[in-house]
């Protein structure tokens, strides 16, 4: 073998490791295998375990490439049996050379003879090598047709062309393998998501269309991009990565208590406590009255005055947003006291009541918002906990950068600008979209999609999320409505 093809097969061993895709590594072995042997044609079998698959048929005079990501070839598969040459390679597991189809008794060539009177073609000479993986299986069979010389003859394939078939097998054979540890390595993590996404909708189900949303759009808007005159593009395996970032991005829910997760109203579960408390006010009045310990004018002062309050924590404990006035309102009924039967004096609106009543907008008290933010770096610690390594460790990245913001105003790390990559800004654009559109939240109803963008761009106006991206979704349409969803707070 000549210094330029051992540099030739040692530059395609790099090629071939580089490549993720099989079906494309599939179709590169054998286009470097007839480049390297100068033969005219090529079939590249996959061995299914009683059968091999036609995977790709190259005959180079005739312009004909089918198979892989050319037209599907109709051709049945090749049973393993002996007296089919590909056959008996894959058997036997080793190198077959035949100078001249035509001379050659020793093997049934029915098939290459039936598509020479088919398509005119003349199948002369034959080398055909297994291609086996690490364990020795052979996942498949590469056949090669008529080498030619420098005049274009047919001719047999010399032995120097064994060697390099043999070299380009174990290469690709090892790179297969790659690939398909790999796809193994997806699989695995594509179940554990599934799990981890299955038991936080166990828990609280709105969660799951939120993510499941989430991923469609961002599924949608790489499509869309990748079809852009843009020089932001995803690959394959980074759409993937992507997508498994916007499934894992809420992970760190599954640690926030469910009665903050779920919360409908500012009160929350203390709404039955609070009015069962103001029940039993009015029942102490009436034994004061009863007995005569309290004036009738005073205890029908109380009754009024216990009515204004449930009429009020009613109404305040829904409200979109609360006033100043009702704000007033409720800082005045919390002031207000009862005696209880042991004689001690306690508060009609317990601190913490208080609190959550005077919540201006949404449903959760600084207190309760905090110990919500807390998923995001509890995504970050469980994801990190996950070892994600090589590419697999842009999901720690992406997912776990969900709440920042570009003005440092995010969470949990308080990143600015270039800190947090483009696909973390992406993720938070569309976790913040989905979000406000919900319809099946608890506390609160959905945004109209006109207003939503309003608020994103309001938004982006403020120095939080980037402009170019949000514009670039809107544009997308990636963000229609999808017909299964219930269209389902960016928490
Ligand atoms: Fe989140
Ligand atoms: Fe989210």
Redesign the pocket.
């Known amino acids: 073998m000549n210094d330029k093809k051992i540099q030739r097969i040692l530059n395609l061993g790099i090629a071939f490791s580089k490549e993720r895709s099989k079906e494309k590594l599939l179709d590169r072995i054998l286009e470097a295998a007839m480049d390297l042997t100068g033969c005219d044609g090529g079939t590249l079998y996959i061995n299914n375990g009683t059968e091999l698959e036609f995977n790709i048929m190259i005959t180079r005079s005739k312009g004909v490439h089918q198979g892989s990501e050319g037209d599907a070839i109709n051709m049945p598969p090749v049973p393993l049996v002996r007296s089919n040459v590909c056959a008996l390679s894959a058997l036997e597991r080793r190198l077959i050379n035949i100078p001249d189809v035509y001379e050659c008794s020793e093997y049934d060539f029915s098939g290459p003879k039936q598509y020479d009177a088919m398509t005119g073609y003349h199948t002369k000479s034959l080398l055909v090598v297994p291609m086996e993986d690490d364990k020795e299986n052979v996942i498949g069979v590469v056949e090669l047709i008529n080498a030619m010389d420098a005049d274009g003859n047919v001719i047999p394939f010399p032995q120097m062309d064994e060697q390099i078939l043999h070299s380009l097998g174990s290469q690709a054979a090892i790179c297969l393998v790659n690939i398909s540890y790999s796809h193994q390595i997806q699989h695995m993590l594509n179940s554990f998501v599934q799990v981890m996404t299955t038991a936080i909708d166990a828990r609280t189900p709105y969660n799951a269309n939120?993510?499941k949303t989430?991923v469609r759009y961002a599924g949608r808007f790489i499509d869309w991009l990748n079809a852009q005159p843009l020089s932001w593009k995803f690959s394959e395996e980074d759409k993937q990565i992507f997508l498994m970032s916007a499934w894992l991005?809420?992970i760190g829910k599954l640690v926030i208590p469910q009665e903050i997760m779920d919360k409908p109203s500012r009160l929350g579960a203390n709404e039955e406590r609070l009015h069962a408390r103001l029940e039993r006010i009015g029942l102490l009045t009436q034994i004061e009255e009863l007995s005569g310990t309290l004036a009738p004018e005073k205890c029908k002062s109380r009754y009024e005055r216990l009515a204004e309050a449930k009429a009020l924590v009613q109404e305040v404990n829904t409200a979109g947003y609360l006033t100043d006035d009702y704000r007033d309102r409720v800082k005045e009924l919390a002031r207000e006291t009862y005696r209880e039967t042991d004689g001690s004096v306690c508060p009609w609106v317990t601190p913490e009541e208080r609190d959550q009543l005077l919540v201006r907008k949404g449903t959760l008290t600084t207190a309760e918002r905090k110990e919500m933010q807390k998923h995001a770096a509890m995504t970050e610690r469980m994801l990190t906990q996950m070892n994600l390594e090589g590419s697999y460790s842009k999901i720690l990245l992406w997912a776990s950068q969900?709440h920042e913001r570009l003005d440092g105003s995010g969470y949990p790390r308080g990143l600015t600008g270039d800190q947090i990559s483009m696909e973390s800004r992406l993720l938070m654009i569309i976790?913040i979209y989905?979000?406000l559109t919900a319809r099946d939240r608890k506390y609160k109803g959905a945004i109209q999609i006109d207003d939503s963008f309003a608020i994103l761009y309001r938004m982006a106006d403020r120095g939080e999320l980037d402009r170019n991206i949000v514009e670039l979704f809107e544009e997308s349409g990636a963000w229609k409505p999808l017909p299964e969803s219930g269209q389902t707070d960016?928490?």
């Open positions: 939120h993510t989430m991005h809420d969900h976790d989905e979000a960016e928490r």
